[in-house]
């Protein structure tokens, strides 16, 4: 219970609230800009199969799963995006296609697995952590924490994609999180 409870914190933490998805790519090396608009429910899911069929023979990469729910939605996550990531998670563990064969099969397939995975990377993964005796256990799971030490107060505003009027003509591109003066905190 108390994984699935952090799951959903982290995932809210991540949640981003703007419609559509902006690409500029300069020079063809890399994304310079990406909106990241995937919903709550398809990480939850993606996170899941992930998590479950770490120890399987096929491993399932969740930014595989939802780069293919991206290139079927047309970078838009709704009702069916469930449903298009458990057909390529069965499609995937049944050994009938590869992620290799998904980046030869849909051309903006590559694009959005590299897109996701700029902003995903690295929060799926093993971890150890400290069991009751003192002992540290390797465990695999959502690696991404909240940066307010535990205990300590903070407001937070879900202010992501909210317009700004001063400067330029822009969207806010964080999430704003305040604590007291000397709260202990991790970037």
Known sequence: MLSALILAAGIYLYESRT???????????????????????ALKKACLLDVESYENEVHLDWITLLAYAAVRGGGRFDSKSLTYIEDIAGQLSDGELTSQDLGEKYQYFSYYYEAYSAVLGGMLGEYEIENETGEYEKKYGLKAFSPIAKGFAYQ???????????????????????????TPTRI
């Open 19 to 41: 419609e559509g998805i902006t690409a500029v790519q300069t020079s063809g090396d890399y994304i310079k800009w990406v909106d990241f608009n995937v919903s709550s429910e």
């Open 156 to 182: 937070d505003y879900d202010d992501f994609g909210v317009s700004r009027s001063f400067g330029f003509k822009r969207q806010h591109l964080g999430h704003d999180m305040m604590g007291l003066i000397g």
